[in-house]
């Protein structure tokens, strides 16, 4: 049974920064496509970032574009997810999400989620 593990998240003031880290209980390079969702209260679960390893490419949602980097240690079989001037509506549960197939959608494993706050 594949386990991810999300980990990072807490509160922090608009403009701060946090990393996310998702551990993976599997090698990574078996996922082709990482990458990370995220669920405020009140909306549906929305796409953030993905990796996909062959072939190379990230993608990330326009909301996050130039702000979030999504990265992906195959060493350390983790993923992260860097957020930079974070605002309050980047508030959410953050979910590492993996799949072996090249598009991420929908994922074969989700992890169990890390709370991200940022206050204004």
């Known amino acids: 049974q594949v386990r991810l593990v999300e980990s990072g998240g807490g509160l922090v003031q608009a403009g701060g920064s946090l990393r996310l880290s998702c551990a993976a209980s599997?090698?990574?390079?078996?996922?082709?496509?990482m990458g990370w969702f995220r669920q405020a209260p009140g909306k549906e679960r929305e796409f953030v970032a993905s990796?996909?390893?062959?072939?190379?490419?990230?993608l990330y949602a326009h909301s996050v574009q130039g702000r979030f980097t999504i990265s992906r240690d195959n060493a350390a079989n983790t993923v992260y997810l860097q957020m930079n001037s974070l605002k309050p509506e980047d508030t959410a549960v953050y979910y590492c999400?993996?799949?072996?197939?090249?598009?991420?959608?929908?994922?074969?494993?989700w992890g169990q989620g890390t709370q991200v706050t940022v206050s204004s």
């Open positions: 999400a993996a799949r072996r197939a090249v598009v991420l959608q929908p994922p074969d494993y």
């Open positions: 599997a090698r990574t390079f078996s996922f082709n496509a």
């Open positions: 990796h996909t390893w062959n072939p190379s490419t990230t």
